[in-house]
């Protein structure tokens, strides 16, 4: 394949203009191809009737507070919380210090310096939290083994005292904290945990100046797993105390259980992998930063003890952008987080974020609206991948040539533009860009496009506002999103977007992959063992890996799992060999477990292997030359199969025998697809001509004797002699 490039500008307002007059469905006109508008609709008009389906959230064009915003060169912000229009923000170095920046005339104020407290004047050693209840800021130091306690009614804050004894030896049962981690507080209470595994617990009437380095603690919460560095998050929810630790795990105590000189006193709920920490709003609302970076919001009222967090979200934030970027970004694992007004405050990774927050309304009228047509041709610009001259540098580069094999045909709005890729191998036509609008059931038909070229992305910009218009793909009516407006570009989460047609098999073929497996090529190098992936290996790797994700997504390859020793003449069985046990022979729940985990396999590391075969387990899956070219034919899928096993079994298991289990099968399973033209996303070795490649440009030479092969004369096996005995349901 050559390398193609076309750079057309196109600058698409995706509206619907309202036209006075009235008018039936009769005067509706869709757009024509490439000419970047959506026909005017007066069905969609102002007359139009709408009811509201539902409110949700997403987040604008966001900024940064830097060092340089409060005068310093650099700074490390590990901790933050706001009251009122100021944001407080503990800066943990050498001379620690809390700043402070006022939200509302964007300025930053003069910082809280400790030694120039009367009162305090000692250094804060490694700042680990910081936390505002009726007036009073309360700061944990790590290494100063105390937490401060600070007056801010007044401009200038004043000491009242200190929590703990300063030092991390002597009476850590009633007295001294060993490394303070973290700090919260309600009107009762003051909670501090430390690396012993513990929330030290003291009463609010005890912290006063007399008590200053010598308050006794109330109570002991117990923590586990809290030890050096745990860096815990807390929040206080009506009578229950909420503690996260950085790795997800969360438990809640039962604050009313509280006792003077109680121990150990067990949390009442305890969830692994849930939330780095939670932060209730003033209006009631709670953000919750997920372990995979996202935030979601949730009403306080619906917090229960079934479970920490409740069924549904309100909002769930996954992207953002900053202003000056051209592209969004998955919002990184959260450290703090504060709220002011509609705006989302986040630190991670020593940045803090300033995040607008947009409410959109989701609209529903039964008045139709046509969809945006657009044409490839005329794309803003148009790159093709895996394309002969390719480096080898560019081809392993995993951030840029990687392809989720659910996702083949993808789509993705970012930044006013709407880019769709595809990983086929060959063209797809009439295509449908369908997007699932967040918190709804609803699909709209965003665009339709003439098609894609094999291996591209093509962009086109797109203007989305409050008088756009979403055809639903039933038929049924239109969508609007009111607030569309107020954005500064389109948020990239607002929909979930899938690329289908109602004409194209092969892109039909692609849509029923449930497998998730992200691809990539390695970059293995080692003479005598591995070769260099080329574009020619890349493209065909693509087209061997779509082929065993479409099988193993098949209801036959389903039925076969399930029934295994019916078809096999054997149970399923692990590294222990054929024996009753852990690791040895499948139960049940086994072949339910492992079913998943075949679909949800996470990366697949792909290469070129110059063995005699292959090598697999792990990430990695390489195969030789030969395979590149003969699982069109004979060779089949039993060696691709066999490498693919090993990542859960070697070679004493039914993942990697010649004889048993998952090697035969689904080698079986190819040649009786096979047997069934179109039955495979891809049948015709002409597609990327792997066998055509010139000697001296492949790892290993073609064989013809390979090539001659017809995969469709294998001899009959126990798979089709299964499926002739139980025939699978016409789809």
């Known amino acids: 394949m050559k390398l193609k490039y076309s750079l057309l500008s196109l600058s698409i307002a995706l509206l619907m203009t309202a036209c006075g007059g009235g008018g039936g469905e009769n005067d509706s006109h869709a757009s024509k191809p490439g000419s970047g508008t959506v026909g005017s609709n007066p069905s969609t008009g102002n007359n139009a009737q709408f009811t509201k389906i539902s409110e949700f959230k997403v987040l604008d064009v966001g900024s940064e507070l830097t060092a340089q915003d409060f005068g310093l060169s650099t700074w490390n912000p590990t901790a933050l919380v706001r009251t009122d229009d100021v944001l407080y923000i503990a800066n943990s170095q050498s001379e620690s210090k809390i700043l402070r920046y006022d939200l509302k005339q964007k300025r930053a104020l003069s910082a809280i310096d400790p030694l120039k407290i009367e009162g305090l004047a000692k250094k804060w050693d490694s700042l680990a939290d910081i936390e505002i209840h009726a007036e009073r800021l309360y700061v944990a130091s790590y290494g100063s083994n105390r937490v401060d306690i600070l007056d801010i009614s007044q401009p200038q804050p004043s000491f009242v005292m200190a929590l703990g004894t300063g030092v ?16 919260t507080a309600d009107d009762r209470y003051i909670y501090v945990p430390d690396m012993e595994g513990r929330i030290n617990v003291w009463r609010q009437s005890d912290a006063i100046a007399q008590n200053h380095l010598k308050a006794k603690k109330f109570a002991r919460l117990s923590l586990p797993d809290c030890g050096r560095n745990c860096n815990a998050r807390m929040e206080v929810m009506r009578d229950h105390l909420y503690t996260s ?10 604050i009313n259980q509280i006792r003077e000189n109680d121990t150990h006193i067990a949390p009442i709920l305890t969830e692994s992998n849930l939330a780095t920490l939670l932060h209730r709003h003033d209006d009631g609302t709670v953000y919750t930063a997920r372990n995979d970076g996202s ?14 967090l409740p069924k549904h979200n309100i909002d769930q934030f996954k992207k953002y952008i900053l202003k000056g970027q051209a592209e969004s970004s998955h919002i990184e694992r959260a450290a703090d987080v504060a709220v002011y007004g509609q705006q989302l405050i986040h630190l991670s990774n020593q940045r803090v974020k300033l995040l607008p927050m947009v409410t959109l309304q989701q609209n529903k009228t039964k008045q139709l609206s046509s969809a945006l047509l657009l044409t490839e ?17 560019a081809l392993t580069n995993s951030a840029e040539r990687h392809v989720y094999m659910n996702r083949i045909l993808s789509a993705e709005l970012s930044s006013n533009a709407l880019t769709l890729k595809s990983y086929s191998a060959v063209p797809v036509r009439n295509l449908q860009i369908r997007a699932k609008i967040r918190h709804s059931d609803d699909w709209v038909i965003l665009a339709d496009l003439d098609e894609l070229t094999p291996f591209s992305t093509a962009k086109f910009n797109i203007k989305l506002n409050d008088q756009s218009r979403f055809p639903l793909a039933d038929g049924s009516g239109s969508i609007q999103l009111a607030g569309l407006s107020q954005t500064t570009l389109i948020p990239s989460d607002i929909f979930d977007l899938h690329v289908t047609s109602e004409t194209d098999e092969h892109v039909k073929k692609l849509n029923k992959i449930q497998a998730k497996w992200k691809i990539y090529f390695g970059k293995y190098d080692e003479p005598g063992k591995w070769c260099r992936v080329t574009p020619v290996y890349a493209r065909e790797w693509v087209i061997m890996m779509t082929n065993l994700a479409y099988m193993l997504s098949t209801p036959e390859f389903e039925n076969l799992w399930f029934n295994h020793k019916a078809v096999m003449g054997h149970d399923f069985f692990g590294n222990a060999g054929q024996v009753d046990g852990p690791n040895g022979i499948y139960m049940p729940e086994d072949y339910v477990r492992i079913y998943k985990e075949i679909l949800n396999r996470n990366e697949i590391n792909l290469g070129i292997t110059n063995m005699g075969g292959g090598l697999g387990g792990g990430t990695v899956l390489g195969v030789d030359t030969w395979l590149f070219y003969g699982h069109y034919r004979l060779s089949g899928f039993r060696i691709i199969a066999h490498e693919f096993g090993h990542h859960w079994g070697g070679h004493n298991s039914a993942w990697a025998m010649s004889s048993h289990g998952f090697e035969p099968m689904v080698d079986w399973l190819n040649f009786y697809f096979q047997r069934r033209p179109g039955s495979l996303p891809y049948m015709d070795p002409n597609v990327n001509a792997f066998h055509l490649t010139p000697d001296a440009a492949l790892c290993q030479g073609v064989n013809q004797n390979i090539v001659r092969g017809v995969a469709s004369t294998a001899p009959w096996n126990k798979i089709d002699e299964y499926f002739k005995n139980n025939p699978m349901p016409i789809q």
């Open 168 to 183: 991390w030896w002597g009476d850590t049962v009633n007295h001294a904290l060993v490394h303070s981690n973290a700090v």
């Open 245 to 254: 630790h950085p790795n997800g795990k969360t438990y809640v105590h039962d």
């Open 377 to 393: 041709s005329k794309a803003q610009n148009q790159t093709l991948v895996l394309q002969d001259g390719e480096s080898w540098e």
């Open 295 to 308: 935030i979601a919001t949730y009403p306080t009222q619906e917090f229960g003890l079934k479970s920490i």
